[in-house]
Nanobody
Framework: QVQLVESGGGLVQAGGSLRLSCATSGRTFSGVAMGWFRQAPGKEREFVAAIRWSGRYYADSVKGRFAISTDNGKNTVYLQMNSLTPEDTAIYYC???????????????????WGQGTHVTVSS
C-alpha cells in the first residue's frame, strides 16, 4: 500500500509562510513524480505544484510564492508557501502522479494516490 501523510498546515496571517511536508512510504520514491493540490470549500480540487527528476512546475496562482522540493533520503516532499493570502486557504493534498504525466498540464485526473490532506487557513 502506498501511504502519503501530510503535515505542517495551520493558521497563519496574510503575508506569512508555512512549510508543508508529505512523508511517503510503499513506493520507489525516486521513480515517481509527486504533486501538491488544494481544495477550498465549494470548489474543485486544483493543481498547485509538481516535481520529478527532470523539473518542476507551478500553477500560475502560486508561481513565485511557492516552492516544491524533495528529500529523497527522507522520502519526503515539501511545499514551501510564502506571501500567503486568504485565497490560499484550502485543504492541501499530497499526491503521487501517474507515469508519463506532463507536469505543465497536471490535473487531479493524473493522480494515482492521495494523502488525507492538511488544512491551511490564512487570515486577513
Amino acid at each position: 500500500q502506498v501511504q502519503l501523510v501530510e503535515s505542517g498546515g495551520g493558521l497563519v496571517q496574510a503575508g506569512g509562510s508555512l512549510r508543508l511536508s508529505c512523508a511517503t512510504s510503499g513506493r520507489t520514491f525516486s521513480g515517481v513524480a509527486m504533486g501538491w493540490f488544494r481544495q477550498a470549500p465549494g470548489k474543485e480540487r486544483e493543481f498547485v505544484a509538481a516535481i520529478r527528476w527532470s523539473g518542476r512546475y507551478y500553477a500560475d496562482s502560486v508561481k513565485g510564492r511557492f516552492a516544491i522540493s524533495t528529500d529523497n533520503g527522507k522520502n519526503t516532499v515539501y511545499l514551501q508557501m510564502n506571501s500567503l493570502t486568504p485565497e490560499d486557504t484550502a485543504i492541501y493534498y499530497c499526491a503521487s502522479l501517474r507515469a508519463g504525466t506532463v507536469l505543465s498540464t497536471t490535473t487531479r485526473y493524473d493522480v494515482d494516490y492521495w494523502g488525507q490532506g492538511t488544512h491551511v487557513t490564512v487570515s486577513s
